[in-house]
């Protein structure tokens, strides 16, 4: 059974930073592409970062030179450095575990950024 649990969500003012942690169990990691995905209110999910097993990463346009993804294999487990945050990053993040043919989420953690 697959489990992804984030943490590391909550409010912050524009400028500021947060750290996002996924921990992933019940799946190999060298099988994983590790993602994040925003959902905005009123918005379709999108993929924020991503990052293979062998550290290879893509980010959105809108995380560049922003947001930086890492992965630890040995503790099966992602984290998301996001920095100078804009009220436009508000939403729920959700960890994403992507095996090609099948997708697993996690619950999303929510991510308000607000002065």
């Known amino acids: 059974q697959v489990q992804l649990v984030e943490s590391g969500g909550g409010l912050v003012q524009p400028g500021g930073s947060l750290s996002l942690s996924c921990a992933a169990s019940?799946?190999?990691?060298?099988?994983?592409?590790m993602e994040w995905y925003r959902q905005a209110p009123g918005k379709q999910r999108e993929l924020v970062a991503g990052?293979?097993?062998?550290?290879?990463?893509i980010y959105a346009d809108s995380a560049k030179g922003r947001f930086t993804i890492s992965r630890d294999n040995a503790k099966n487990s992602v984290n998301l450095q996001m920095n100078s945050l804009k009220v436009e990053d508000t939403g729920v993040y959700y960890c994403?575990?992507?095996?090609?043919?099948?997708?697993?989420w996690g619950q999303g953690t929510q991510v308000t950024v607000s002065s």
């Open positions: 994403c575990a992507n095996i090609l043919t099948a997708r697993y």
């Open positions: 019940g799946i190999a990691s060298r099988m994983v592409i």
């Open positions: 990052i293979r097993s062998g550290g290879t990463t």
